[in-house]
């Protein structure tokens, strides 16, 4: 038996999540048994703890969305007891159990090997978000970013975090956007050279073109925001599109794709190939300054969670948290 984060459904459809003990044989069918190391909080895990949001179909139900750690059994010949390995996306911890406990097992297709250089508690102080986040800056680069500030909404959010360091490191002048007045400094260490307070950029405007002001984008907050921020990029510029904090709506036009040729990028991490995770989990290990990872870090374990979940809907989680499954 080992520990994990089980949220159960009761018969008017409440859930609740406590740390329990489960069993090998509860584990959902797979070629690899991982010893998990670590996970993390990401907002679709504070939907998995909490109310579900469409994502789990099925109780009790073992959260998670990533996790690193050491393969201990292997049906498959690519990897070996010893091991070490990541995993994000491919709906674990939503419609499979996830990384909330001290042992998974998975399909050995989505597994990428851990990077050299990296362990596995910065894998997942990168984890999900981060993952992201690295996937919006190669979507940037491969489409050229232009001269002047790249914007980060939600910088001091998960994914924007990593994004507002990576850039940074890779000589880009960053641009943050934060609702929080004591985010800045934050967000600053990471390496932006400006802090955008978001209601100058929160309220559409009627005019579908303004200055020229962005080289580039990633976007976790979508809506208006998204919408005046393409209004705002330089010609043939391009936003990395990867959250809607802000909503789903788009109240844009297609003028700033017309007259300005921007680029709207979809980022989905979810269902990304092989070849493209194992790119960016290189492009991690190379590009992400370790000193900033470690700033961004708050340690939490299983019994933290719960609150955590809670805490991460509303906003209220800053960085990455990285928890220790075994502690």
């Not at 099925?58 to 690519?78: L, M």
């Not at 991490?269 to 989990?281: E, I």
């Not at 900033?292 to 805490?311: C, I, R, S, W």
Request: with cysteine.
């Amino acid at each position: 038996m080992f520990k994990a984060l089980i949220v159960e459904k009761n018969d008017e459809g409440k859930t609740s999540a406590a740390v329990g003990e489960i069993s090998e044989d509860q584990l959902p069918e797979g070629d690899v048994l991982v010893a998990v190391d670590y996970s993390t909080v990401n907002y679709k895990d504070g939907l998995c703890i909490g109310p579900g949001g469409g994502l789990v179909r099925t109780y009790p139900h073992v959260p998670g969305i990533d996790f690193a750690g050491t393969v201990e059994a292997s049906d498959d010949a690519r990897y070996k007891p010893g091991d070490k390995v990541v995993l994000t996306g491919w709906r674990v911890g939503e419609n499979r159990w996830g990384g909330y406990a001290q042992k998974a097992r998975v399909k050995a297709d989505m597994l990428v090997p851990l990077p050299e250089g990296l362990s596995t508690k910065q894998a997942m102080a990168v984890g999900t978000a981060g993952f992201t986040a690295m996937l919006a800056v190669m979507a940037l680069e491969d489409h050229g970013i232009k001269d002047g500030p790249v914007l980060v909404t939600g910088a001091a959010g998960g994914v924007g975090s990593v994004a507002t360091a990576i850039l940074a490191n890779l000589g880009h002048q960053v641009a943050g956007v934060t609702g929080r007045p004591d985010s800045s400094d934050y967000i600053a260490s990471l390496g932006a050279t400006q802090i955008v307070a978001r209601e100058e950029l929160s309220e559409t405007v009627k005019r579908p073109l303004e200055s020229e002001t962005w080289g580039g984008c990633v976007d976790a907050v979508g809506g208006a925001m998204l919408a005046r921020v393409l209004g705002q990029l330089q010609y043939g510029a391009s936003v990395a599109a990867i959250g809607l904090a802000g909503g789903a709506n788009l109240p844009a036009t297609v003028v700033p794709f017309l007259l300005r040729g921007v680029n709207l990028l979809g980022i989905d991490s979810v269902m990304q190939p092989y070849d493209n995770r194992l790119r960016a989990w290189q492009r991690i290990a190379k590009d992400l300054p370790m000193d900033k990872l470690e700033a961004m870090v708050k340690p939490a374990t299983l019994d933290d969670l719960p609150q955590l979940g809670a805490d991460i809907l509303q906003g209220k989680v800053q960085g990455r948290v990285v928890v220790d499954v075994n502690a």
